[in-house]
């Protein structure tokens, strides 16, 4: 203060003093105002400050301290570490750098980091692929034409189950807009036969009951390529024959009065393509043949 006042005495001039970091020589000293260029490619990436040192006509001076950084180099990109982590043993570490201000020739894919694929999207991943498997197979329904074929023939025993449904039930307007007698419907129809004429002695699972009502499913006369026997048992009834070494009891009813040709081979044909049956199917000509043959 004493020696501020003492130099208040002599004439001063305004004066500014630039320095850069802690340098002790003065980047520029100039009288106010400064214009200048700062050069950063001269300078090391990285935090630095500029400080101003002015002084007033009477000797006063004024301090001011900018600090700034510089980034001239590339970008870095780090996977595997931040910013005060707490880390233990090995860590995988992945470190990308691209697009330094001196590189003219801009490589955009550069800038993408691999980084390993985060777990929430692979979950979501497999979730969006479980629910596309899973809504196609429930919404996946065998064309008509192949409905009653053996690969399809089982989903076809679903058809009567749904029957009473609305016809605007999604799958249902399928067989439902089927001609009588196209292969849907049969396999409907002998389904619907089979449960109201058949099953309470053959069962639903075509198994019978052991040594009172024979098994059909791997039936010879079932399974026989010629369906003749097939035919005739279901329309004229049966007694006192032994299948597979087994006698029974009780007959067979016939069924020629009670059930149409329509009905008599879709019942076969049920019988033919289920329970682990692949036969050949029969159409309402041949039983119509057989009928009138007798
Ligand atoms: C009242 C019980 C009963 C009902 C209902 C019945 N069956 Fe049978 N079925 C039998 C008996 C018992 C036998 C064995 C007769 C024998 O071996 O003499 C038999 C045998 C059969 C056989 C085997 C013939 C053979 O030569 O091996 C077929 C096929 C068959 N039934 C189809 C049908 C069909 C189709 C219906 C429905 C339309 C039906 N059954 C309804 C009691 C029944």
Sequence with gaps: MVEGKQENALPHEARTLVYLDDATEPLLSHRPPVRFELDTSRLEDGDHRLRVEAYDSTGQKGVRTIPFTVRNGPGIAVDGVRDNDVLEGKIPI???????????????????TPAPIPTWAWVLFIAIVAFGAFYGVRLWRPPPDFATTPTYGPLALELPQSAGLP????????????PA????????LGASVYDSHCVSCHQANGQGLAGVFPPLAGNPAVTDTDPATHIEVVLNGLQGKAIAGVHYASPMPPWADQLSDAQIAAVINHERSNWGNHAPTVTAQDVARLRAAK
């Design 94 to 112: 992945l470190i990308n750098a691209y697009g330094g201000t001196g590189e003219t020739h801009w490589e955009p894919s550069r800038a993408e």
């Design 167 to 178: 016809a605007t039930a999604g799958h249902n307007a399928v067989p439902a807009a089927l």
């Design 181 to 188: 007698g196209a292969a849907g419907g049969d396999a409907a």
